[in-house]
């Protein structure tokens, strides 16, 4: 019975390609609606817009005789369950307990229309990717409007597939509703074919990551060869190495789901300028990251002082730079900010110049100082050799005589050696009896005698 069937539709579809045949002479495709996808797409390449506009009448009509044939398959299942329901009606003869009779004929036919429409659905399924792949090719050919959407003589069709496409459970009829999701679940067309895609979604998106970290971690491997690359540039290009990669394993993943991933891009790029305009502040903060990356100025672990912010530098994105205060604070510097005002890299160089005043009194003996003093910087083990340290006198103050005291260390050693040169002097200056003065003031009482 079944076979009956099968072969009475498969005869109406035929019949429906031989009278397309007849009225849409161009249409060169839907005479196999079997044909592979990918064949169909290679046939449709050298086509014009108005020969696939053919094709597309011609895959459409298809599918309305096929939908037809859905819509008789569900009015017999629809009799046959009146059928079944009459036959099963309680009898107040002595043969209650009896089957009804006609009760197993009607249950029979039943099976075999709910396996019709099983094969019926999975038919449509065909020819809507046909009909699809036709359209997509038309709307590769006539583009897409100005909001990058599919323009409307294009539309019309999907909305069609739209309404037709997907399944219908009737929960109200259980052995129907059953029937419809096993034959839907085991269909190579319905549940086995959204298994596969899945699983292929799943496949390319794992091997793309596992593909990004691999291309992240040699990219990390070949910048640590090259010493003249920022810490924050070698992060920015491993991240972003890693979530382009990523990025294209999500776009080549839905095409996989058979997401048609062309509109979507379409419109990214359309809203990008309403995107860019309501971000302004933003994109300015994202420019000024990427000028500080090419240009270095500082990286991460410098101090530096930028925007009145003092520290550490921590990490730095494309927007923001964050920053740890000598007193623990963790600021969030906006990039444009930085960029837009004078940068000091305090331990951007690897040795720097110490610079200290002394003050001795009017009456010290000012060669018994120099040589005190360049003995101080002479002993001490953080002082450099080269460059020369320097110790000269400078100025003549209101109440000092002031020596310069210069000595060069390395970065790193430039507090210690401050506060270590100073506790020094103040010591060697006490032993050797030479005075620190300090401001002075003369007051004079001057006593007025009243007559």
């Known amino acids: 019975m079944m076979t009956k069937y099968i072969k009475s539709f498969l005869y109406a579809t035929f019949l429906g390609c031989f009278l397309l045949s007849g009225s849409v002479l161009s249409a060169a495709t839907s005479a196999n609606p079997q044909i592979p996808l990918d064949e169909l797409k290679i046939k449709l390449a050298p086509m014009t817009s108005k020969e696939l506009f053919s094709e597309a009448d ?25 059928v079944l329901k009459s036959a099963t009606q309680p009898a107040d003869n002595a043969e209650s307990s009896k089957e009804p009779a006609g009760t197993e004929k009607a249950s029979a036919d039943k099976e075999v229309s709910l396996e019709k429409i099983a094969t ?33 003589e294009v539309l019309a069709y999907r909305r069609y597939i739209k309404t037709v496409g997907g399944i219908t459970v009737d929960v109200s009829d259980t052995k129907s509703a ?32 596992l593909i990004g970290i691999l291309l992240s971690k040699l990219a990390s491997k070949a910048l640590n060869l090259a010493s003249h690359t920022s810490v924050i540039m070698k992060k920015f290009i491993v991240d972003t ?10 776009l080549v993943g839905l095409s996989a789901l058979e997401v048609n991933v062309a509109p979507l891009l379409a419109i990214i790029g359309a809203t ?17 990251g990427l000028m500080i990356m090419f240009y270095r100025p500082f990286d991460v672990d410098d101090v530096v002082d930028v925007s009145g912010v003092v520290g550490k530098v921590k ?3 494309l927007v923001t730079t964050t920053i740890m205060t000598p007193d623990n604070k963790l600021m969030v510097v906006p990039n444009n900010s930085i960029w837009g005002n004078i940068i000091t890299n305090v331990t951007g160089s690897k040795v720097r110049r110490v610079d200290l005043v002394f003050g001795i009194g009017y009456q010290d003996d000012i060669d018994k100082v120099q040589q005190v003093l360049e003995e101080i910087l002479g002993q001490h083990p953080l ?69």
Not at 190 to 209: A, D, E, H
Not at 272 to 288: E, R
């Open 315 to 317: 990490s730095m994105t």
């Open 120 to 152: 019926i659905r999975e038919h449509r399924t065909v020819l809507i990717d046909r009909l699809s792949a036709v359209l997509d090719e038309i709307t590769h050919k006539i583009g897409h409007t100005a909001e990058g959407k599919e323009k409307e």
């Open 178 to 209: 059953t029937a419809t999701i096993i034959s839907w679940a085991t269909s190579k067309e319905g549940g086995i074919r959204w298994s596969k895609n899945i699983g292929w979604f799943l496949l390319t998106v794992l091997g793309f990551w």
């Open 58 to 82: 011609a895959w459409f009509a298809l599918l309305k005789t096929t939908m037809h044939e859905l819509s008789n398959a569900k009015l017999e299942v629809k009799e046959e369950n009146i």
């Open 383 to 451: 002082v450099l050799d080269e460059p020369e340290s320097r110790v000269r006198l400078h100025e003549l103050a209101d109440s000092s005589v002031n020596f310069i005291c210069r000595p060069w260390v390395k970065t790193g050693d430039y507090w210690t050696v401050y506060w270590e040169v100073t506790r020094n002097v103040k010591e060697r200056f006490d032993a050797e009896g030479i005075s620190i003065p300090f401001p002075q003031r003369d007051v004079h009482v001057f006593e007025h005698k009243s007559e």
């Open 241 to 250: 190495i890693r979530r382009v990669v990523i990025f294209i394993g999500l």
């Open 272 to 288: 990008g300028f309403v995107v860019a305009f309501a971000l302004q502040d933003t994109l300015s903060n994202f420019a000024s």
